[in-house]
T-cell receptor
Framework: DAKTTQPNSMESNEEEPVHLPCNHS???????IHWYRQLPSQGPEYVIH???SNVNNRMASLAIAEDRKSSTLILHRATLRDAAVYYCILRATLYNNNDMRFGAGTRLTVKP | EAGVAQSPRYKIIEKRQSVAFWCNPISGHATLYWYQQILGQGPKLLIQFQNNGVVDDSQLPKDRFSAERLKGVDSTLKIQPAKLEDSAVYLC?????????????FGNGTRLTVT
């Protein structure tokens, strides 16, 4: 069973910011939060990950709640190429049954 | 760097036949994963290797599925005999090391159709 919950779908307009939420209430203190996205007919692609502090990279930003029970992936300016299924998963530092379990993800539609 | 390579890209077999999938991870990556992705669902972890040892195979249907990672590099996943419900994309992923701070890198998968 997935240890994260995400909305099934979201829509965005091109060139606007997108905030994709994820709940992970059973997260352990040593679990990292990872985000991946999957385009049609491709394997998932790594986007970003973090432990406690907010993180930025060239693709996106990750905002992590203070209690770590939720996080938000932020795409600053959505493009048509960002239309994909986005997955939030937990990656354990010390192995546990949270590790690497995908849910159904959020299907992001970007409108021109 | 070269990505995770998987073959074949597509496979069609009849039920009760056998099939094998091959994965070559990124060079130097110690951890390797096999996932099953049924249409419309997220990937389901089947088995995780650390070098050539199994870390987690709790979700692998061991009566018909088997996997090995020879010499801690390439890996094969086998299904024998296949059932209709095994139709899915089989994804291989690797990471430099185990642990939360090491991202996964996925191949593009093998799409299996069982008729």
């Amino acid at each position: 069973d997935a240890k994260t919950t995400q909305p099934n779908s979201m829509e965005s307009n091109e060139e606007e910011p997108v905030h994709l939420p994820c709940n992970h209430s059973t997260i352990s203190g040593t679990d990292y939060i990872h985000w991946y996205r999957q385009l049609p007919s491709q394997g998932p692609e790594y986007v970003i990950h973090g432990l406690t502090s907010n993180v930025n990279n060239r693709m996106a930003s990750l905002a992590i709640a203070e209690d770590r029970k939720s996080s938000t992936l932020i795409l600053h300016r959505a493009t048509l190429r960002d239309a994909a299924v986005y997955y939030c998963i937990l990656r354990a530092t010390l192995y546990n049954n949270n590790d690497m379990r995908f849910g159904a993800g959020t299907r992001l539609t970007v409108k021109p | 760097e070269a990505g995770v390579a998987q073959s074949p890209r597509y496979k069609i077999i009849e039920k009760r036949q056998s099939v094998a999938f091959w994965c070559n991870p990124i060079s130097g990556h110690a951890t390797l994963y096999w996932y099953q992705q049924i249409l419309g669902q997220g990937p389901k972890l089947l088995i995780q290797f650390q070098n050539n040892g199994v870390v987690d195979d709790s979700q692998l249907p061991k009566d018909r599925f088997s996997a090995e990672r020879l010499k801690g590099v390439d890996s094969t996943l086998k299904i024998q005999p296949a059932k209709l419900e095994d139709s899915a994309v089989y994804l291989c992923a690797s990471s430099l090391r185990t642990g939360g701070n090491s991202p996964l890198h996925f191949g593009n998968g093998t799409r299996l159709t069982v008729t």
